[in-house]
C-alpha cells in the first residue's frame, strides 16, 4: 500500500486539490500521445475546431466531454486513441475582432494596408487564440496536444491552397456575377447557411408609380422603399384582370425619372398587396431571376457598406440604407405618391457573424459547383456507410443536399485563405491575350501568355468553411498519418453546422481521398436555461464554465451535463443541478475513504480474492456484469446518457448503498464458531475483494469523471510513475460471472430490509430498538436472515409457512411473501392510535374542505387552470396518505 495515511484523507472530496495535479501528470507522461503503430488498431476523433476568437461555452463543455468519453474508454480498451485538437482561423470573426481592436487606437485597416493589418491579426491571434484551448485543459480533455493544429499553419494553409487549384482544374470552382448575401458590417459576401433569419415588425408601404402618358397610376406594396431607386420594371400576373391593359406601357419613376417597362410574370402573386411589384434586380434574388428573364437593367445602389451610391440622384448619395428609406418615404409624402403605410411582419435575414441585416447584392464571386461533389455525398448518409445520431439528422441532411445550390467561396476580407489567383496588368497590346485568371499554387513570376512579370494577386481569401471542411483528413500531416488514422471514427458536433462543415467534410472526404472522412456522427443537444431559452451571453443567461469548474469541480460539470442530455433532446440547464455530479463524486469518495481507512487495519491480500465468497460477492460480481454489459451496449448505440444513468445506478445503489453495507457486516464482526486467525483471514478476504471491486468501478467511471477517479486509483496501491487509471485495461464482460441466483436472493434480501425500515418510518419505532420478524415462507436461507437481522436491527426471525399474524402488529408483502413485525413493547400502542386517529380526522377534514371547492363549479371556472390543479393535486395526495393511515391504524388493533 502507499504511504499516504488513510485518515488523513479529507472527508468531502475536494476537486481543486486533484485537477490541476493529474492534468499536470498526464501531460509530463504524455498518456494522450498517438503515433502510428500497426500492431493496435486505431480510433479517431478530431475536435470541431473553435474559433481563435472564442472562449469556453456550455455548449463547449457538452460536446468535447462527449468527445472524451469516447476517446477515453477506447483508449482503456486497448485502441491505439488519436484526439486531434486545434483551432480555426475564422475569419470574417477575427477581422471583426482585430478591425475593432485597432478602431480604439485610432487605426484603421484600409489606411494601413494588407500586411500590416495581417501582422496585427498574427499578433492578436498569438495572445488570443489559445484562451479557448487553454481553458478545455481545465475540462481534463484527453487531446493528444503534439498534434494541435490551426487552420492557417503552413501545412494546412498548403492543403487548403492545393485544394483550389486541384478543383479549378477539374472545371469545379469559377467565378460568377451573382446575387449574394452581403454583409455590409465585414463588407463581404457570405453563404446562405450563415444568414439568421428573424421575424421583425416593420411597415408595408404603398407606393404610386405614374404610368407614362395617362393620368393613372399603379401602386405598389414593399417593405423596403429605399431600393425603389434602383427599380427597373413593374411586373403583374397575365391574368391579372387589373392590370393586362398596362402590360406593354411604361411608368416614370417618382424621385429618379427614369422610364421603367410593366411587365407580365407568372412569378407575381396576383393576392400580395396590390398585385403589382417594383422590380430591382440588383437587390432582391426573386427580382434578379426577372430581370434575367426579361433583360432588364441590374442597377445597383449601395457601396459595400450598405450606403447609397453614384446611381441614385445626388442628394441621396453617401446615406446609409436605413437612413435613406426614411427619405424616399418623405419624398413620395410630399410628391403625394404614397398612397398609405400599415404595419406588417416579415422575416430579415441577419449576418451570423455581422449581426446586421443582409443585403442581396450582385457581386463578382468564386463559386464551387456542387452537383458532382454532393451526390456521392448524399448516397454514403442514405445507404448508411456514415450513420447519424439520433437518426432524425438525415432527413434533414437529405433535403438540403437534394436542393443544393453552388458555393460562393470567396470573403471580402484580408484575414484567410487568399486566393491563389493573379491577374496579368501588363499593357494594353497584351489585354485580349490575358483575360483569362492564373490558377496556381506558387505564386507566378511572370503571365504565361505575355511575359509580363506585372501581376495583381485575386483580393479575395476563401469562406472560413472551405478550409475546415477538409479537417478530417488535413490534420494528419503525413501520407503514412492519413493512411493510419483516416477515416476518423466519430464525429462530435453541434447540429447548426450540419451543412456548413459535416456536409462539406464528407464531400472533401469522398473527393479528394475516396474515402468517407468518419463511420459515425454525434449531434449535441442544444443548451438552454429553465425557461426553455437557447444560452447565450446576449441574453446574460449563460453561466462561465470556469465559475461553475472552480465551484463545483470538472468532473461534477462533465458528469452533470452528461447526465441530463438524452440523445436528440434539449438539455434544461442551471448551475445548481451540477448537485447531481457534485454529489454523486463525494458518493464514490466516500465508499473509496471507507475501504481506504480500513485498510489501514485489515491486511489487503490478493491472495485471498477468491477465499470465502458468500452470495453477497458473488451477487456484486453479477450486478457489475450486469452493469458492463449494459453499459457497453448503450456506447456502441451512442446513448453516452443513458449510459451515466447505469453506471449512477450500480455506483450509488449496487455499490455504495448495499455492497459496502453488506460487507460491513463481515468486516467489523466474526463468528462466534470462528478463530481469531480465520476471522481476520475472512475480513481480509472481504476487504480486498471490495477494493478490487472498487477499482472495476472507478475504470468505468474514469471517462466521465476523470480527475476523481485517478486521485482513489493511485491510492489504493502503489502505482510506478507514468502508470495511470487512463492508460489501465478497462474491464471485460464476463458472461460466466452472471449469477441469476445470487441476484434474485440479494434482491429479495434488499426488498426486506427497505419493507422493515418503513414499517420504522410509519410506526415511529426509535432507531435504538431491535425488532422482531415474523417472515410466512419456507424458502429464506441462514445467509439471508444474517443480513437482513445486521442491516434491519432484528433480534429475531422466525420463519415458517404456516405462520400467522400476530396481534398489533405492522405488516408488508415482499414478492408473495408476508412479513410481520409485533408492535408490543416497540410503541405506546395506546398513544400512537391516538396520534394516528387526530392525524386521520385532521385529513377528513381537510379533504371535506378542497372536496367542497373543487365542487364549487364558479371556482373551477374562474380560478387560474394552474390554481385549480394544485387542489386536484391536494385532493388526490391526501387521499392516498388517509388511505394509508387507515391501514396502519388497523394494524395496531
Avoid at 434602383?230 to 400576373?237: F, H, K, Q, R, S
Avoid at 396481534?807 to 395506546?830: C, H, M, R
Wanted: net charge negative.
Amino acid at each position: 500500500m502507499p504511504e499516504t495515511k488513510f485518515s488523513e484523507i479529507p472527508k468531502a472530496y475536494n476537486p481543486s486539490e486533484v485537477e490541476d495535479k493529474w492534468y499536470s501528470y498526464w501531460l509530463e507522461n504524455n498518456l494522450f500521445r498517438s503515433e502510428v503503430d500497426e500492431s493496435k488498431k486505431p480510433y479517431t476523433i478530431v475536435i470541431p475546431p473553435p474559433n481563435i476568437t472564442g472562449s469556453l461555452t456550455m455548449g463547449h463543455i457538452l460536446n468535447n466531454t462527449i468527445q472524451d468519453i469516447l476517446i477515453r474508454t477506447k483508449r482503456m480498451q486497448g485502441f491505439n486513441a488519436c484526439w486531434v485538437p486545434g483551432t480555426d482561423h475564422a475569419s470574417i470573426a477575427t477581422e471583426a475582432k482585430v478591425v475593432a481592436f485597432l478602431k480604439e487606437k485610432g487605426i484603421d485597416k484600409r489606411e494601413i494596408g494588407r500586411e500590416e493589418f495581417l501582422k496585427h491579426c498574427w499578433e492578436w491571434k498569438e495572445k488570443y487564440g489559445g484562451i479557448i484551448i487553454q481553458q478545455l485543459k481545465k475540462l481534463g480533455v484527453s487531446c493528444d496536444w503534439n498534434r494541435e493544429r490551426f487552420t492557417m499553419d503552413d501545412h494546412y494553409y498548403q492543403k487548403v491552397i492545393e485544394t483550389f487549384v486541384a478543383l479549378y482544374k477539374e472545371g469545379k470552382i469559377y467565378r460568377g456575377y451573382r446575387m449574394v448575401n452581403w454583409d455590409p458590417a465585414s463588407r463581404s459576401a457570405i453563404s446562405d447557411e450563415e444568414v439568421i433569419y428573424r421575424t421583425v415588425n416593420g411597415k408595408l408601404w404603398y407606393l404610386k408609380y405614374p404610368v407614362k402618358d395617362s393620368d393613372e397610376f399603379i401602386i405598389v406594396a414593399t417593405t423596403r422603399p429605399e431600393t425603389m431607386l434602383g427599380d427597373t420594371g413593374i411586373a403583374v400576373n397575365s391574368e391579372d384582370e387589373r392590370y393586362k391593359k398596362f402590360i406593354g406601357k411604361k411608368v416614370m419613376l417618382p424621385i429618379v425619372g427614369r422610364e421603367i417597362p410593366i411587365f407580365a410574370d407568372e412569378y407575381v402573386d396576383k393576392n400580395f398587396g396590390t398585385g403589382a411589384i417594383k422590380v430591382t434586380p440588383a437587390h432582391d434574388v426573386n427580382d434578379y431571376q426577372m430581370g434575367l428573364r426579361h433583360d432588364l437593367d441590374f442597377i445597383n445602389i449601395f457601396n459595400e457598406d450598405a450606403t447609397t451610391n453614384e446611381n441614385v440622384p445626388e442628394d441621396l448619395r453617401g446615406i446609409d440604407r436605413f437612413a435613406v428609406r426614411k427619405k424616399v418615404v418623405e419624398k413620395f409624402e410630399k410628391l403625394g405618391l404614397l398612397a398609405k403605410a400599415e404595419d406588417y411582419q416579415t422575416s430579415i435575414g441577419y449576418s451570423e457573424r455581422g449581426g446586421v441585416p443582409i443585403e442581396p447584392y450582385l457581386s463578382e464571386q468564386w463559386f464551387m459547383k456542387m452537383s458532382e461533389l454532393s451526390k456521392p455525398a448524399l448516397n454514403v448518409v442514405k445507404e448508411g456507410k456514415i450513420k447519424f445520431y439520433p437518426g432524425h439528422w438525415v432527413k434533414t441532411y437529405e433535403h438540403w443536399m437534394s436542393n443544393i445550390k453552388d458555393w460562393c467561396i470567396s470573403r471580402q476580407l484580408w484575414w484567410g485563405h487568399r486566393i491563389p489567383v493573379w491577374y496579368c496588368i501588363g499593357d494594353e497590346a497584351c489585354k485580349l491575350e490575358c483575360k483569362e485568371p492564373i490558377v496556381t499554387v506558387d505564386p507566378p513570376e511572370k503571365c504565361p501568355h505575355c511575359g509580363s512579370k506585372n501581376l495583381k494577386q485575386d483580393e479575395d481569401v476563401l469562406d472560413t468553411w472551405a478550409s475546415s471542411w477538409l479537417w478530417a483528413y488535413a490534420v494528419f500531416k503525413t501520407g503514412e498519418e492519413q493512411k493510419y488514422y483516416y477515416p476518423t471514427d466519430t464525429l462530435v458536433t453541434a447540429p447548426d453546422i450540419i451543412f456548413f462543415w459535416v456536409a462539406r467534410m464528407i464531400m472533401a472526404g469522398l473527393h479528394f481521398k475516396k474515402d468517407i472522412p468518419f463511420k459515425d456522427v454525434y449531434f449535441t443537444s442544444v443548451i438552454r436555461d429553465l425557461r426553455g431559452r437557447k444560452m447565450s451571453k446576449s441574453l446574460g443567461n449563460s453561466p462561465d464554465p470556469l465559475d461553475v469548474i472552480k465551484d463545483y469541480g470538472a468532473d461534477a460539470l462533465r458528469f452533470t451535463v452528461i447526465y441530463l442530455a438524452p440523445l436528440g433532446q434539449d438539455v434544461l440547464f442551471s448551475i445548481d443541478k451540477c448537485d447531481i455530479g457534485k454529489n454523486f463524486a463525494n458518493k464514490i469518495w466516500n465508499a473509496g475513504r471507507f475501504l481506504l481507512l480500513n485498510s489501514e487495519n485489515i491486511k489487503v491480500d490478493e491472495s485471498l480474492l477468491d477465499k470465502h465468497i458468500d452470495f453477497s460477492d458473488e451477487w456484486i460480481s453479477s450486478r457489475f456484469h450486469q452493469t458492463l454489459s449494459q453499459l457497453n451496449e448503450a456506447m456502441e448505440k451512442f446513448e453516452i446518457n443513458n449510459a451515466t444513468k447505469i453506471i449512477y445506478s450500480y455506483v450509488w445503489n449496487d455499490f455504495c448503498d448495499w455492497s459496502i453495507e453488506l460487507m460491513k457486516n463481515r468486516i467489523y464482526a466474526g463468528s462466534d464458531a470462528a478463530s481469531p486467525d480465520s476471522i481476520g483471514e475472512i475480513k481480509s478476504a472481504v476487504l480486498t475483494r471490495a477494493l478490487r471491486n472498487f477499482e472495476n468501478l472507478l475504470k468505468i467511471v474514469h471517462p466521465f469523471m476523470p480527475f476523481i477517479t485517478e486521485e482513489l486509483w493511485q491510492l489504493i496501491t502503489e502505482r510506478k510513475n507514468g502508470e495511470s487509471i487512463s492508460t489501465s485495461d478497462y474491464p471485460k464482460f464476463d458472461l460466466s460471472k452472471i449469477n441469476s441466483s445470487a441476484e434474485k436472493e440479494m434482491e429479495f434480501v434488499q426488498d426486506v430490509i427497505t419493507a422493515l425500515r418503513n414499517i420504522r418510518g410509519e410506526m415511529n419505532i426509535p432507531p435504538s430498538k431491535q425488532i422482531n420478524v415474523f417472515i410466512k415462507s419456507s424458502e429464506v436461507g441462514d445467509h439471508q436472515v444474517d443480513y437482513i437481522k445486521k442491516l434491519a436491527k432484528v433480534n429475531e426471525i422466525k420463519i415458517g409457512k404456516t405462520l400467522t399474524k400476530p396481534k398489533a402488529s405492522a405488516s408488508a408483502v415482499v414478492k408473495e411473501t408476508e412479513i410481520y413485525v409485533p408492535l408490543e413493547g416497540l410503541i405506546n400502542l395506546d398513544v400512537e392510535r391516538n396520534r394516528l386517529q387526530k392525524e386521520i380526522t385532521r385529513l377528513e377534514g381537510a379533504l371535506t374542505s378542497v372536496e367542497k371547492k373543487l365542487s364549487n363549479v364558479k371556482f373551477v371556472q374562474n380560478a387560474a387552470p394552474e390554481v385549480v390543479e394544485k387542489e386536484r393535486v391536494k385532493k388526490r395526495d391526501w387521499e392516498v396518505n388517509l388511505e394509508k393511515l387507515k391501514d396502519i391504524f388497523s394494524n395496531l388493533n
